[in-house]
């Protein structure tokens, strides 16, 4: 048995991906895409067929530059999203543009456009994880979006308090960055840290038991790993998101994961159940500072790669009416 096929029995393999192959090869229930991932798969000429449409979707808003760029990154994305869902039993998570981050009712108007976008192309809704930013903002419109039966995937999650805004707002699932919260601990203590004790696998451990404890429907699925004895101390986890390159190394390693995260064992140890309003939630967040920093990194840096995949949007664009 290799460490995947002992993985996939405790816990549902996510392929964190845009590359379809790669998505076929290792057969995860799931899949993510974001925009850097979607314009590194863009340049592959086996999905140019799919830039192409987008570009002549683009074309024929007859709208001014930015609208066509928006409309052919919402096109990428969902036909990107139609294929993935092709070669995958389950869902697909895709993401709402991290410039709206800070603007509620934005994030669902966006939100509902792709889903839109989706069942016009066939699909239904329940197999579509919106993502969203963790911010007060993106958990407040997840909370709508799942009163109307859109499912959310809350991501860019570092501190605790997001991970309880998020479960009390009753969003499908979360994504826990463990891989950068290591790399903030690793900056701050200036070296390694021991497998055993990394402090991003220790987040999610600590945020599995609380919901697990309390009984919270919101699933946790572990994303942003840097190494496979992350993904191994977190065998048990709902869900958890790996890219193809550590898909590769686990479906190439033989032996028999321990399950460390069981519901059956969850103890929220001193953590009590909370109960968060919005001025508790940003004090609560604002005195983590791991949390409060790579939150504002990652939107910054999930915004420059949407602002990169907009540029080839109008270069395409521009490449077809030239």
């Not at 460390?260 to 919005?278: C, N, R, V």
């Amino acid at each position: 048995m290799t460490l995947l096929e002992s993985l996939k029995q405790y816990t549902v393999v996510v392929a964190d991906t845009g590359d379809i192959e790669a998505i076929a090869r290792h057969r995860p229930r799931d899949a993510t895409t974001n925009p850097s991932l979607l314009y590194s798969a863009a340049q592959k000429p086996a999905y140019r067929h799919l830039v192409d449409r987008a570009v002549d979707i683009a074309q024929e808003s007859g709208r001014g530059q930015k609208e066509m760029a928006e409309e052919f990154t919402d096109h990428l994305f969902v036909s990107f999203g139609c294929e993935i869902l092709k070669v995958i039993p389950g869902r697909v998570s895709t993401e709402v543009d991290a410039s709206l981050s800070f603007d509620t009712e934005t994030t669902i108007a966006k939100a509902r456009k792709l889903i839109s976008l989706y069942e016009k192309a066939g699909v239904s809704r329940e197999r579509i994880l919106i993502k969203v930013a963790s911010t007060w903002e993106g958990i407040r419109a997840a909370n709508r979006l799942e009163q109307e039966g859109i499912h959310c995937n809350l991501t860019l999650l570092f501190s605790f308090a997001q991970a309880v805004a998020c479960a009390e707002a009753g969003v499908t699932l979360i994504s826990p960055f463990v891989g950068r919260i290591y790399d903030w601990y690793k900056k701050e203590r200036s070296g390694e840290i021991p497998a055993d004790q990394d402090p991003g696998v220790a987040s999610v451990t600590r945020i599995y038991n609380y919901y697990k404890s309390y009984g919270y429907k919101t699933q946790v699925m572990g994303a942003s790993f840097r190494n496979v004895h992350q993904i191994t101390h977190l065998a048990g986890a709902d869900l958890l998101t790996i890219s193809p390159d550590l898909l590769e190394k686990l479906d190439h390693e033989e032996g028999v994961l321990e399950r460390k995260l069981d519901p059956a064992h969850a103890d929220p140890g001193k953590d009590a159940k909370l109960h968060l309003d919005e001025k508790t939630f940003r004090w609560m967040h604002n005195e983590d500072a791991m949390g409060t920093e790579k939150l504002a990194e990652g939107i910054r840096k999930f915004n420059a790669d949407a602002r990169k995949l907009e540029s080839y949007a109008l270069s395409q664009v521009a490449e077809k009416v030239g």
